[in-house]
Structure formats: structure tokens, C-alpha cells
């Protein structure tokens, strides 16, 4: 039987690539997304099914689980995958802004972007839950050995602890909740466009491997933790950087 997938920032990156395997393997797709216009592309290409919605918002996460158990009645993989560096898109502010203001503002934005997205949206549809169903978080390895300013590792950190104890609460019924932790990965949007050729050598050379990691290295781990195969892996935090960690 064809299972229901959701996954949240779905039209481009680690989402969508996550999103076309499971559609390739004859799941039934839903990929959640704030832009219209990309989501709706990926959905065509990939043959998702896309819901437009901002899971940073209550309401948008409570339209999506209505959506979803309307159509589907039920979520056999969930895959949190929205977010990023919210402080790239924040405007820049004037010298009034003080510092406390400055970093009040970006841990708001971060710990909007990565932890109520998927906070808001696993809460939504945690009744819709299949038993056995599978739960995964994005986390990163800027939680294990900090982001630069703080707001960005910090957020992705926080949902460590979230995983673990979601993972507790459903185990009785079959589910798996675990988090993957990419280093860094191209074909995303994530660094927009502060990536230099110096800095991608840097990430490079600190990888065992000598390379860069590819949204299908971590689609294909998040692929096994929500296969029938990985029905006794729950609250891991599972790294996918190429033994970058720790960094030089």
C-alpha cells in the first residue's frame, strides 16, 4: 500500500530530493511550502501533491494537517524539513539598532524558521499519525559546533531534545522520531548567495572524504529512517557530513 508523505520545504533542496525519491518509490507525496510558485513546479516535476503554507504560522500548520486528513486521512512519514538561516534574510539594520535588538532579532527569526516550523507542523498532524509511522527533524552540524552567531545553531539544537521526548511519547505506538544533521551540502538554497570559492574549499577540505555533501546523501539517509527496516532506530541524532565534525 502506497504510503502518505508530507514534507515540509518541498519544493527545492534537501526537501524536494527527499520528496522525489519517495514519490520514485510510489509513495504518495505532499510537499509543503511558502512560495506558490516553486512549490507548484516541484509538484509537477516530481508528481507531488503541493500545499502552499507557512508552517511558521499556527494557522497555516493547522490548514495543512485539515488538508491532509481530508484528503489522505492519515501520515505514514512526516519529514520537517523547512527552515534554514533566517538572520540571510532579515534587512540589514541601522546603526539606532542596538546589539541587544540586533540579537533579539535573530534568534526570533531563527527559532521561528527552524524550531515552530517543525514544532507547529508535527503538532498539527501528530493525530493523523499512522502507527508505525515515521517522524524525522533537520537538524545541522552548526548544532554540534556552533553557526558564528549563535541564533542559528542554537535553534537547530533545540530540536534534539524535542525528537527525543516526541519519540518517547509515540514509541508505545510504533512510531520513530530521529534527526538528521546535514554538514554541508550543496544544491540548496541555504547559503543564498554569501558562498565563496574560498569558504566551499574550506567546508571541502574539512570533510574526511574531500567533497562536498549532495541533498541525495542526505535524502538517501533520511530514506532509511523512515523504511520498515529502521523500526528500532528512535531518538538518534544522525550526522550526514562526511566525518567533518569535529571541524578544523
Request: net charge negative.
Amino acid at each position: 500500500m502506497s504510503r502518505v508523505v508530507v514534507v515540509s520545504g518541498g519544493g527545492t533542496g534537501i526537501g524536494r530530493a527527499v520528496a522525489a525519491s519517495c514519490a520514485k518509490d510510489g509513495d504518495t507525496v505532499v510537499i509543503v511550502g511558502r512560495r506558490a510558485d516553486v512549490l507548484s513546479l516541484a509538484a509537477e516535476e516530481i508528481g507531488a501533491h503541493p500545499i502552499v503554507a507557512d508552517v511558521g504560522e499556527v494557522g497555516d500548520a493547522e490548514r495543512v494537517a485539515s488538508e491532509v486528513g481530508e484528503r489522505f486521512g492519515r501520515v505514514d512519514v512526516l519529514v520537517n524539513n523547512a527552515g534554514g538561516n533566517a538572520v540571510l534574510a532579515l534587512p540589514e539594520p541601522g546603526p539606532e539598532v542596538g546589539p541587544v535588538a540586533r540579537a533579539s532579532a535573530a534568534w526570533t527569526a531563527n527559532l521561528r524558521s527552524n524550531v515552530l516550523t517543525a514544532v507547529h507542523l508535527t503538532e498539527a498532524l501528530r493525530d493523523l499519525l499512522a502507527d508505525d509511522a515515521r517522524v524525522v527533524l533537520l537538524s545541522s552540524i552548526a548544532a554540534f559546533r556552533g553557526s558564528g552567531s549563535g541564533s542559528y545553531g542554537g535553534s537547530k539544537a533545540a530540536l534534539h531534545p524535542y525528537a527525543i521526548d516526541l519519540a518517547a511519547a509515540l514509541g508505545p505506538r510504533g512510531i520513530t522520531v530521529n534527526v538528521v544533521a546535514p554538514g554541508y551540502t550543496t544544491e540548496t538554497e541555504f547559503f543564498a548567495d554569501t558562498m565563496t570559492d574560498q569558504r566551499h574549499e574550506l567546508l571541502i577540505n574539512q570533510a574526511l572524504n574531500k567533497r562536498p555533501g549532495h541533498t541525495d546523501d542526505v535524502a538517501a539517509a533520511i530514506r532509511w529512517l523512515t523504511s520498515p527496516g529502521a523500526g528500532h532506530v528512535t531518538a538518534q541524532i544522525i550526522q550526514v557530513n562526511g566525518g567533518a565534525l569535529p571541524g578544523r
